[in-house]
């Protein structure tokens, strides 16, 4: 098992960049998960952002993020990162880590197994 403490959140002006963080704890911390990010906008269903395969390996990232967000791991912290550039309104989201015990990431957030508690990023206009 594995538990995820995200930091990082908070409000931005469009066209800002915002740096999550997410330090995992357990027997394996991220070397033993896929890890990723999922956002959910008031009213809309959980939309998958980015993820990686275990121990940085090939990383994945839904259309409306490519070439703006980057998705990084720091084993030695135990931690993973989205860096979130060019940020728009529509990426306001509440935005979650979460943990898929597999080698291999998904694009499909219900595939994930562990969450973190989420935090609110605001991009204003």
């Known amino acids: 098992q594995v538990q995820l403490v995200e930091a990082g959140g908070g409000l931005v002006q469009a066209g800002g960049s915002l740096t999550r963080s997410c330090a995992a704890s357990?027997?394996?911390?991220?070397?033993?998960?896929?890890m990723g990010w999922v956002r959910q906008a008031p009213g809309k269903e959980r939309e998958f952002v980015a993820a990686?395969?275990?121990?940085?390996?090939?990383?994945y990232y839904a259309d409306s993020v490519k070439g703006r967000f980057t998705i990084s791991s720091d084993s030695a912290k135990n931690t993973v990162y989205l860096q979130m550039k060019s940020l728009k309104p529509e990426d306001t989201a509440v935005y979650y880590c979460?943990?898929?015990?597999?080698?291999?990431?998904?694009?499909?957030?219900?595939?994930?197994?562990?969450w973190g508690q989420g935090t609110q990023v605001t991009v204003s206009s």
């Open positions: 979460a943990a898929r015990s597999s080698r291999i990431a998904t694009m499909t957030s219900t595939t994930y197994d562990y």
């Open positions: 357990g027997r394996t911390g991220i070397s033993g998960y896929a």
């Open positions: 990686g395969n275990q121990s940085g390996g090939t990383t």
